[in-house]
């Protein structure tokens, strides 16, 4: 059985109580056509959150890689499809870092890999820029690690968060339709 694998952040800042980490832990042992939903909580952490994010990738194989974050000032949960070599300076993530950049040889920015065309009619939007913060930056750093191999893409949610029914349908109504 085919393994999808949702990556969900933890608590950072003000967020102590973060909607993505409640989503990704609802959702997990959950099993929709295309195979079985592992939810993994990671940390708001640059260096931390793709350390976790391999060590998943290598335990469960997934045939697609979707993180999950909240971005509190968003009124929907919207799926991000360009994530950018770009961070916010001055801007610290749990672990206290602030870098640079996050590839100095990296392009400019990587597009996503997993769409979901029928997003809309499961009330989940699109953007195209992920942030500057811990998100954007695993986002970006993972579709370099997936290089396109597995399906990969990012899910903002607003500060109320998402029902774990919704992204479940999405996932069922979708995955059937991906090419890898």
Not at 29 to 57: H, I, K, N
Not at 85 to 95: E, L, P, R, S
Request: charged share 20%; hydrophobic share 45%; with cysteine.
């Amino acid at each position: 059985m085919s393994t999808l694998l949702l990556m969900g952040f933890g608590p950072f800042g003000d967020v102590l109580d973060n909607p993505a980490a409640r989503l990704v832990r609802a959702v997990d042992g959950a099993r929709v056509p295309a195979g079985l939903v592992r939810g993994v909580v990671m940390d708001v952490s640059y260096a931390r959150c793709v350390a976790q994010t391999e060590a998943a990738l290598a335990q469960w194989q997934p045939t697609l890689l979707l993180g999950v974050g909240v971005a509190v000032g968003r009124v929907e949960a919207q799926l991000e499809s360009v994530a950018y070599n770009d961070v916010a300076k001055g801007i610290f993530d749990v672990d206290g870092a602030s870098p640079d950049t996050l590839e100095a040889e990296g392009p400019a920015l990587r597009r996503s890999t997993w769409f979901a065309e029928n997003a809309a009619s499961h009330g989940i939007g699109r953007s195209d820029d992920a942030g500057r913060y811990v998100c954007n930056a695993w986002l970006y750093r993972c579709l370099g690690l997936t290089a396109g191999r597995i399906p990969t893409a990012f899910l903002h949610l607003p500060a109320e968060g998402l029902a774990p029914a919704r992204l479940l349908d999405l996932l069922s109504d979708e995955l059937p339709r991906t090419r890898v």
